[in-house]
């Protein structure tokens, strides 16, 4: 399919590693962040979400970190594997407006 | 529930060829949103809808168009089909704000070029 990966940043980990992925958002006042995961041809997919009011959110093998004081978003994924293979993004939203503002994306290439 | 479902999966058009994708959603979301994705970018929102009968742009409106006559459906349209416009389109519905969350569900996607 077509790839939605070319000229995106791309981080390669071995299967079994710990993955970080970043993400700088640009609205100061953004109070909601999800990150979504897009394998190859197919649509985003949730993968977990974090309030403002909260600097951490755990969810099954993944963790985001939010810093509101650098506006700073982290996804960590636990004991990589190759089915995590695809593009993360992340998306900021504020409360009371019905949009999201996605961000260009990260490539997660897993190797067995 | 089937989710967010949308067609055709592909489609090539002619320059200045018109179209209609198709969108709907089996959730009883309020809320439901075009985007289109070029190749190595982000998501750019063309178009949302709030509820049925009420539409308003984003941040690529031009050469599109829009209608919500039912909480399901939200098609959009391309009257005069340019070669810009060859993208992948996805559409994505949501809970309203007073449900408590944002997040948005989205199709698998229309792969639209134009010639």
């Given at each position: 399919g077509e790839s939605v990966g070319l000229h995106l940043p791309t981080l390669s980990v071995q299967e079994g590693d710990n993955s970080i992925i970043n993400c700088a958002?640009?609205?100061?006042?953004?109070?909601?962040?999800?990150?979504?995961?897009?394998?190859s041809g197919k649509g985003p997919q949730f993968i977990i979400d974090i309030r403002s009011n909260m600097d951490k959110r755990q969810g099954q093998r993944v963790t985001v970190l939010l810093n509101k004081t650098v506006k700073h978003l982290s996804l960590q994924i636990a004991a990589t594997q190759p089915g995590d293979s695809a593009v993360y993004f992340c998306a900021e939203s504020l409360t009371g407006y019905s949009t999201l503002t996605f961000g260009k994306g990260t490539m997660l290439l897993v190797s067995p | 529930n089937a989710g967010v479902t949308q067609t055709p999966k592909f489609r090539i058009l002619k320059i200045g060829q018109s179209m209609t994708l198709q969108c709907?959603?089996?959730?009883?979301?309020?809320?439901?949103?075009?985007?289109?994705?070029?190749?190595?970018?982000?998501?750019?929102?063309?178009?949302?809808?709030?509820?049925?009968?009420?539409?308003?742009?984003?941040?690529?409106?031009?050469?599109?168009?829009?209608?919500?006559?039912?909480?399901?459906?939200?098609?959009?349209?391309?009257?005069?089909?340019?070669?810009?416009?060859?993208?992948?389109?996805?559409?994505?519905?949501?809970?309203?704000?007073?449900?408590?969350?944002?997040?948005?569900?989205?199709?698998?996607?229309?792969?639209?070029?134009?010639?």
């Open positions: 958002y640009s609205n100061s006042a953004s109070d909601y962040f999800i990150w979504y995961k897009q394998e | 709907t959603q089996d959730m009883n979301h309020n809320y439901m949103y075009w985007y289109r994705q070029d190749p190595g970018m982000g998501l750019k929102l063309i178009y949302y809808s709030v509820g049925a009968g009420i539409t308003d742009k984003g941040e690529v409106p031009n050469g599109y168009n829009v209608s919500r006559s039912t909480t399901e459906d939200f098609p959009l349209r391309l009257e005069l089909a340019a070669p810009s416009q060859t993208s992948v389109y996805f559409c994505a519905s949501s809970y309203s704000v007073f449900k408590g969350t944002d997040t948005q569900y989205f199709g698998p996607g229309t792969r639209l070029t134009v010639l």
